[in-house]
């Protein structure tokens, strides 16, 4: 399991978060309702992604909290897979819904290192 699925298990619990793979993408999918493009913000640091979410609440006047299980904030950072293309992701907000697409670097890093022995050719056996 990578480390962004094990961090996403220790989001708050009101937090509920999708991820999914395909040959090219991770696709995040994270629930935040009550949150705008006003009171998100996203971004990438180094090998991170950070989310800061705000959610805002309008409590009528003549009401008071009994019990408050939603959060207001959300302040995260969530290990990238080390093959995510950062520079080149994107989003979208929904109704709440934040989706993240976290595109794949294309290939791999692999590179084939050349060997050599410290042998050298040994005199010829004498028969």
Known sequence: ???????LGDLPD???ADLYE??????LVIDLPGVSSETLDVRTEGTHLHIEARREKNLPMEFRYLREDRPLFLDTDLPLPPNVVAGEADGSLDHGTLTLRLPKREGTDETTIPITTGEKPGPAAET
């Open 22 to 27: 395909s040959e090219t993408a991770y696709l």
């Open 1 to 7: 399991m990578s480390a962004l699925s094990n961090a």
């Open 14 to 16: 009101p937090v509920f």
